[in-house]
């Protein structure tokens, strides 16, 4: 299986931050990379998919990044909504995710 | 629009089946894309189960694969999850979900229903 890695596994910013979270996979996995936001007792909702590409009604504060084995998502101004965890998951093969960054309030 | 909705016992014994539905609104899916499931613990995070297209191709976890099976109902429009011989390693919240480009990525979620495993 393709290891997934992300960091930092937590952290804590405030409304208007930047963002910055990353993915490394154990191998290249060229562009299939997936990012999903998920809300306590909510399932997860899909951000970014081929690395890069903004999912249907996703504000575009949120952007992605990356290819072979390092990718970033970019959250250009935090909003209130925005406090969740994130997973990366990659589609180069069994799918895979990451461990998860949460996104707390400082 | 397209919604999930999985149902099932909340409690399996261990050595038992776990059996769970997904009904799906919004979209037939013999119309396209795949269709599984993906499960999550506190421990061991996201964790994708298996797969299948909306043609019956079949595609499993290959660390699962022994102990799962998916099926699908076209004319209830909904697909369906077994997992056999269950331990409270098994104990999650279960998730089906909608693939898009092929299992690519997971445009559509169901809310989830947590499955416990114990005697």
């Known amino acids: 299986d393709i290891q997934m890695t992300q960091s930092p596994s937590s952290l804590s910013t405030s409304v208007g931050d930047r963002v910055i979270i990353t993915c490394r996979a154990s191998?290249?996995?060229?562009?299939?990379l997936n990012w999903y936001q998920q809300k306590p007792g909510k399932a997860p909702k899909l951000l970014i998919y081929a690395a890069s590409s903004l999912q249907s009604g996703v504000p575009s504060r949120f952007s992605g990044s990356g290819s072979g084995t390092y990718f970033t998502l970019t959250i250009s101004s935090l909003q209130p909504d925005d406090f969740a965890t994130y997973y990366c998951q990659q589609s180069y093969s069994n799918p895979t995710f990451g461990g998860g960054t949460k996104v707390e309030i400082k | 629009q397209v919604q999930l909705q999985e149902s099932g016992p909340g409690l399996v014994k261990p050595s038992e089946t776990l059996s769970l539905t997904c009904a799906v609104s919004?979209?037939?899916?013999?119309?396209?894309?795949?269709w599984g499931w993906v499960r999550q613990t506190p421990g061991k995070g996201l964790e994708w189960i298996g797969s299948m297209s909306h043609s019956g191709s079949t595609y499993y976890n290959p660390s699962l694969r022994s102990r799962v099976s998916l099926s699908v109902d076209t004319s209830k429009n909904q697909f369906s999850l077994n997992l056999r011989f269950v331990t409270a390693a098994d104990t999650a919240v279960y998730y089906c979900?909608?693939?898009?480009?092929?299992?690519?990525?997971?445009?559509?979620w169901g809310q989830g229903t947590l499955v416990t495993v114990s005697s």
């Open positions: 191998q290249s996995i060229d562009n299939s």
């Open positions: 919004g979209y037939s899916i013999s119309s396209g894309y795949y």
């Open positions: 979900a909608r693939g898009s480009s092929g299992w690519s990525h997971l445009d559509y």
